[in-house]
């Protein structure tokens, strides 16, 4: 079953949004879930993870303090809450899974293989 995102929209700056990631069967280790985000054009960009399910949660320094990681198992879904967004916010978030990342890799969109359809989010300014 793929990786499902969604949740993004159109925001005014300083508003909030939060996107939602279905992840049946890789809530739990060795599974580790994260988020990017690519603008046109650019690499997708790493943006936030939680470490084989259980562990350490880790943000792109672009985003702490503002956003934040969170998952319900019983949903089966992994959220990314984005507070006090900001135009160069602005992007199609993706949602990433891979059962085999290493603590060093967490940020390459390289160590992941399973990815979701994007969600487009826009920050007005």
């Known amino acids: 079953v793929q990786l499902q995102a969604s949740g993004g929209g159109l925001v005014q700056a300083g508003g909030s949004l939060r996107l939602s990631c279905s992840a049946p069967?890789?809530?739990?280790?060795?599974?580790?879930v994260a988020w990017f985000r690519q603008t046109p054009g650019m690499d997708r960009d790493f943006v936030a993870v939680m470490h084989r399910s259980a562990g350490r949660i880790y943000y792109a320094d672009s985003v702490k303090g503002r956003f934040a990681y969170s998952r319900d198992t019983a949903r089966n879904t992994v959220y990314l809450q984005m507070n006090s967004l900001r135009p160069e916010d602005t992007a199609v978030y993706y949602c990433a899974a891979s059962p085999s990342v290493i603590s060093s890799n967490l940020a390459s969109q390289n160590a992941y293989a399973d990815w979701g359809q994007g969600t487009q989010v826009t920050v007005s300014s």
């Open positions: 069967g890789r809530m739990r280790s060795p599974w580790t």
